[in-house]
């Protein structure tokens, strides 16, 4: 962790919000990021300012990794594509992680790949620490300084819980299995670091994080690249959802976290599903990360891979356009749905079957410069629905699943399965549907329940992998293990 500890300079650039002002910081000088903490949490503006920072390092390109490496955008999209819905062109990029390859951009410990999702989320770990530490210290009360811890602890308990997912296997499989190392104090180059803490202390320190995030943010805010306490408890929802797969009583928790996630955010319309997901003032997104003309990634960002060539709504020449959609997915939807958002691929040839189909649910604005989707409505409602399966509320579960189903398609059949497991699986199978190219959820629910994954319909990488196979993990970055005298070889994950 070395590498990464010291506070981010947060710059007012990151995001262009009514409340980012040169009062923040006062213009203060070296402009390199290496700050004094007393200038950065000397009022409650230069904490405002430091958790913006937080959200930009986020969003931002990742030093020293390569171009499709660009956030946490890039490690979402990194798990979507080893799902079996969308893959890439195997001569572009993503191919290596579409075939789960074991080189630099798959979870080897000297991989590029691990090594940038490390740092920022450590780096994110780390800052965050470092605002819940001096807060206290504000001459405000404690109506100005619980919101802002609040928040610094939400997005440390993200960050966790993307280590947690990323470098062990499903919390059901042994909560006692070694995670990854917990910090709650700001560290710096004198620390010599900590041990992996078991699987079950570091999602205590989630919840705990994220309870108190519940309980103190407000719903009002900024603008939506703020985590307030919907968010909070949409990633609630989720980490209660991975955790009841262990303990089933933690599902009713889900379910009251899904509901307060969605409350105030209704399902979208089909006008605003055709506007191409790329804009957080979508009604349905409860979480975005929001970029101007100025701050446009265009070929490394994310639209300038999943977008494909000569779209609707789009006045620009094409970028990578690389992704493509199984077969075997596409033949889930009706062409009543409105989610049925894919075309014949430019260029297909019979000599290349895998590429059939291409995608317009993600479409760029024109000046290329489209918002990030984080957190939508929908999720919350396949979560209730999935807790309600699972608690063995068969009927509201399919009455649940239902509301979204005609929600989506006109044509709609409200499920006709009474046996729970038939129900949890159409539960899941909406799951893909309905929140494909968004986060990698194929891939996660896979590793959640512990199955394999199969890959069917026509796909260049027919790959079978094992449930709980070492492969579903990721070795932790060998430059950790190097500089933290805590941890030995014994430590790292096997290939």
């Not at 650039?13 to 040169?22: D, H, N, P, T």
């Not at 189909?357 to 396949?382: C, Q």
């Given at each position: 962790?070395?590498?990464?500890?010291?506070?981010?300079?947060?710059?007012?650039?990151?995001?262009?919000?009514?409340?980012?002002?040169?009062?923040?910081?006062?213009?203060?000088?070296?402009?390199?990021?290496?700050?004094?903490?007393?200038?950065?949490?000397?009022?409650?503006?230069g904490v405002n300012n430091a958790l913006v920072g937080i959200y930009g390092e986020l969003r931002d390109y990742a030093s020293g990794g390569q171009q499709n490496m660009y956030g946490i955008k890039s490690w979402q999209f990194n798990f979507e594509v080893r799902g079996n819905d969308l893959f890439s062109d195997p001569g572009n990029w993503w191919l290596y992680e579409t075939n789960w390859s074991d080189n630099?951009?798959?979870?080897?410990?000297?991989?590029?790949?691990?090594?940038?999702?490390?740092?920022?989320l450590y780096k994110t770990i780390n800052n965050a620490n470092a605002i819940i530490l001096n807060t206290p210290n504000l001459q405000d009360g404690d109506a100005v300084k619980a919101p802002l811890i609040a928040e610094a602890k939400?997005?440390?308990?993200?960050?966790?819980?993307?280590?947690?997912?990323?470098?062990?296997?499903?919390?059901?499989?042994?909560?006692?299995?070694?995670?990854?190392?917990?910090?709650?104090?700001?560290?710096?180059?004198?620390?010599?670091?900590?041990?992996?803490a078991p699987l079950k202390e570091v999602y205590a320190l989630i919840v705990s994080d994220l309870e108190e995030a519940v309980q103190n943010l407000p719903t009002t805010r900024i603008a939506k690249?703020?985590?307030?306490?919907?968010?909070?408890?949409?990633l609630l929802a989720e980490v209660y959802q991975e955790m009841a797969m262990s303990d089933q009583t933690l599902w009713a928790k889900a379910l009251a976290n899904a509901e307060t996630a969605m409350n105030g955010y209704p399902l979208m319309s089909a006008a605003s599903y055709n506007d191409g997901f790329n804009t957080a003032s979508n009604s349905e997104w409860i979480w975005g990360l929001m970029f101007n003309g100025t701050q446009s990634k265009s070929y490394a960002g994310w639209f300038g891979y999943?977008?494909?060539?000569?779209?609707?709504?789009?006045?620009?020449?094409?970028?990578?356009?690389?992704?493509y959609v199984n077969s075997s997915f596409v033949a889930n939807f009706t062409e009543t749905d409105m989610r049925y958002k894919f075309l014949a691929a430019p260029g297909q040839s019979a000599s290349l079957p895998w590429k059939r189909?291409?995608?317009?649910?993600?479409?760029?604005?024109?000046?290329?410069?489209?918002?990030?989707?984080?957190?939508?409505?929908?999720?919350?409602?396949?979560i209730k629905a999935e807790a309600q399966a699972q608690m063995n509320n068969i009927p509201d579960a399919k009455t649940t699943l239902y509301a979204l189903q005609l929600q989506r398609d006109p044509s709609a059949i409200k499920s006709a399965y009474t046996a729970k497991a038939d129900v949890i699986s159409e539960i899941l199978l909406e799951r893909r549907k309905e929140l494909y190219g968004e986060e990698g959820w194929n891939y996660f629910d896979l590793k959640r329940y512990q199955l394999p994954l199969v890959r069917d319909g026509i796909h260049w990488s027919m790959l079978n992998i094992p449930a709980n196979s070492n492969k579903w993990r990721w070795q932790f970055p060998q430059a950790e293990i190097d500089a933290n005298k805590s941890l030995t070889s014994a430590d790292q994950n096997p290939l």
């Open positions: 962790m070395k590498n990464i500890l010291r506070i981010t300079l947060p710059f007012c650039l990151l995001f262009l919000v009514s409340s980012c002002k040169k009062s923040f910081l006062n213009e203060v000088v070296p402009s390199d990021g290496s700050l004094d903490p007393t200038v950065i949490f000397g009022s409650k503006e630099g951009y798959g979870r080897v410990a000297t991989g590029g790949r691990t090594s940038v999702t490390w740092n920022m939400a997005l440390r308990a993200y960050a966790y819980f993307c280590l947690a997912r990323t470098y062990q296997f499903s919390y059901a499989t042994n909560p006692d299995a070694p995670g990854v190392p917990i910090y709650t104090t700001p560290a710096d180059a004198a620390v010599s670091g900590n041990p992996r690249f703020r985590i307030n306490k919907n968010v909070a408890a949409g999943i977008e494909p060539t000569n779209t609707p709504n789009t006045n620009f020449s094409a970028r990578y356009n690389d992704i189909w291409v995608t317009i649910k993600f479409r760029d604005n024109a000046t290329k410069s489209g918002d990030y989707v984080m957190m939508r409505a929908a999720e919350m409602h396949l």
